[in-house]
């Protein structure tokens, strides 16, 4: 039986963790809806509309927001397609296709950067959309396709059979009864490409040096780099990034812990 | 033989060979060249944007280049470098000072709060995971920024110094020639503690609860139990909270970036930031490639040996 003095311990445990881990972002908050001795912030929310007029995160907002959606489309969709040959078809030479995307799970951004941004320059392709997001979507799909695969490869062989004697092809299989079915796997894919995606600095960083294509987190480390004169305004830009995810994650929280454990647990 | 003939026993062959797999309990799935037209669009993006320039980073790491100019091969002086070159093996050695905080101290921690929480069911848990977890969410420049202004000369954390009569203590925390590195690592240690502790309470929920209650009537206090139900039962859980954060810990380059910008001095350089300043600030692209493949090289590694030692029963 579990004593009152263990049911205790174990709250105190938790308060004090949950202080510790919200304690960072309760004083940006805070600290983005204070005035300070810059002149520009007056405090309250109206920080905010200072931040997004001087810090331009209007423009850094919609950039991240055409980067996101567009990674996250074409990644989701070609994972679908891919995770789903691996999964439930058989063609020569599947396992090693799939061995070689695998690698890419691991591979970390920082050693192809380089030799991106050095091929990318030499076509005239840096400081466009298609060097922000192309390089995101091959990452992605790498995840993307050994997840849908798991999901594919736990789906019930009596359903596709069923599919197939009522006369779909592979492609209506997929789409009229897997990919239903599959909804919450592909939430979860489509949650992390997103997140990834949003919170990405290296890839922006390298690839983009006009100030239109600057995602959020690359125009908030900007700011700090340029605004000096208080920390308001730079409190309220980090919110103004960070916030979009959060919300996401505060309605689907299930989805994203879930996503992230498991994502790695069937590696 | 005819055509349709050549077909219809090809088929007849690849219907005998599906059945045979089928009985050997083989992966689903028929024959079905169709599959490579559903794996080609993934396939030839991620070909094009993350293989060749990977094999393109080990071509250039043999290079001495600097971006502009025609480069000259030298061999695998590049990576000679990284154990030569003191400042790169400084880069290095943060990296694993960088290990401890981003993932030996989250999971030692972690795996202990979770045992104590394990054994009762606790109103509440999915607010407190929640919560716990969400700086995992939160993009790494914001935290970067967040904990800049925590480190600050007139940040709280000096103002509690202050407060209790410590202020001799206080100081730029980042600008500390001995301390930056350990505040970077503090930093990781925040972002990696709940995810350790959220996997570890979901490995420890699986422990039927007679099993706790079995340990007790053996007489065996809280050290035995954690050692002999907790441990073995979270096996798995230690196993992918090692993998995740120890990868965090060797690519960590945005906190680097925004908090120290690997400084004071070379203070808190790590390898993934000598990348970036080698290839676009110092014109060493070579150099930056061969850190760059030697890295990729360190994370296959760890992930086979991690795996290996999870698998061991």
């Known amino acids: 039986m579990i004593s009152a003095r263990e049911r205790t311990l174990n709250y105190v445990v938790l308060v004090v963790f949950a202080v510790y881990a919200l304690y960072p972002l309760v004083m940006i908050v805070d600290l983005a809806v204070s005035p300070d001795l810059s002149g520009d912030a007056a405090g309250g929310l109206a920080n905010f509309e200072g931040a997004w007029e001087q810090g331009r995160f209007g423009t850094y907002l919609r950039s991240s927001v055409v980067v996101s959606a567009i990674t996250v489309s074409i990644a989701t969709f070609l994972s679908i397609l891919s995770g789903y040959a691996f999964g439930t078809m058989r063609f020569p030479g599947r396992a090693l296709l799939f061995w070689t995307m695998l690698v890419g799970i691991m591979v970390p951004t920082e050693a192809i950067v380089v030799p991106l941004y050095f091929d990318l320059r030499a076509l005239d392709l840096t400081n466009t959309y298609v060097a922000l997001i192309l390089p995101q979507v091959a990452q992605s799909v790498a995840f993307g396709t050994f997840w849908m695969r798991a999901y594919f490869l736990s789906s019930s062989r009596d359903v596709v059979e069923a599919a197939r004697i009522d006369g779909a092809g592979h492609w209506q299989t997929l789409w009229r009864v897997l990919a239903p079915m599959g909804r919450p796997a592909i939430v979860t894919l489509t949650l992390l490409i997103f997140m990834w995606t949003w919170n990405e600095f290296l890839i922006p960083l390298v690839m983009v040096t006009s100030e239109n294509l600057r995602t959020a987190p690359l125009g908030l480390a900007f700011f700090q780099g340029q605004y000096t004169s208080g920390v308001a305004l730079l409190a309220a830009g980090a919110v103004i990034v960070a916030l979009p995810v959060v919300i996401v994650y505060l309605v689907l929280q299930r989805h994203f812990i879930q996503g992230i454990v498991e994502g790695s647990t069937k590696g | ?313």
């Open chain 2, 1 to 313: 033989m005819s055509a349709a003939e050549a077909q219809t026993a090809a088929s007849a062959a690849a219907a005998d060979r599906s059945a045979r797999r089928e009985r050997r309990g083989a992966p689903p799935g028929e024959p079905r060249r169709v599959g490579y037209v559903y794996v080609a669009p993934a396939l030839v993006i991620y070909a094009v944007f993350l293989l060749f320039p990977l094999v393109r980073a080990v071509q250039i790491s043999f290079y001495k280049w600097d971006g502009l100019t025609l480069g000259g091969w030298v061999g695998l002086r590049n990576y000679a470098d990284i154990l030569a070159d003191p400042a790169l093996r400084a880069a290095f050695g943060h990296a694993a000072v960088l290990v401890v905080f981003f993932a030996l101290i989250p999971t030692a921690v972690g795996l202990v709060l979770a045992s104590v929480v394990a054994r009762a069911r606790v109103r509440g848990l999915t607010f407190f995971r929640t919560v716990i977890f969400l700086p995992q969410v939160v993009a790494m420049v914001v935290v970067a920024v967040t904990w800049r202004q925590i480190y600050a000369p007139d940040g709280p954390i000096n103002d509690v110094l202050r407060f209790v009569g410590l202020g001799d203590l206080a100081r730029g925390w980042l600008g500390d020639f001995d301390l930056a590195l350990p505040a970077v690592g503090m930093v990781g240690t925040w972002v990696s503690i709940g995810l350790c502790f959220v996997l570890f309470l979901a490995g420890t929920g699986k422990i039927p609860r007679e099993l706790y209650e079995a340990a007790r009537i053996d007489g065996a206090g809280p050290i035995r139990e954690f050692v002999s139900v907790t441990l073995p039962a979270v096996r798995n859980e230690i196993v992918v909270a090692l993998t995740l954060t120890v990868i965090a810990a060797l690519r960590t380059f945005d906190l680097v970036y925004v908090t120290t910008g690997g400084g004071p001095g070379n203070a808190t350089t790590v390898p993934s930031y000598e990348v970036y300043r080698r290839a676009f600030e110092l014109g060493a692209v070579g150099s930056a490639a061969a850190i760059g493949v030697t890295l990729t090289a360190i994370i296959l590694l760890l992930n086979l040996v991690i795996a290996r030692i999870g698998e061991q029963p």
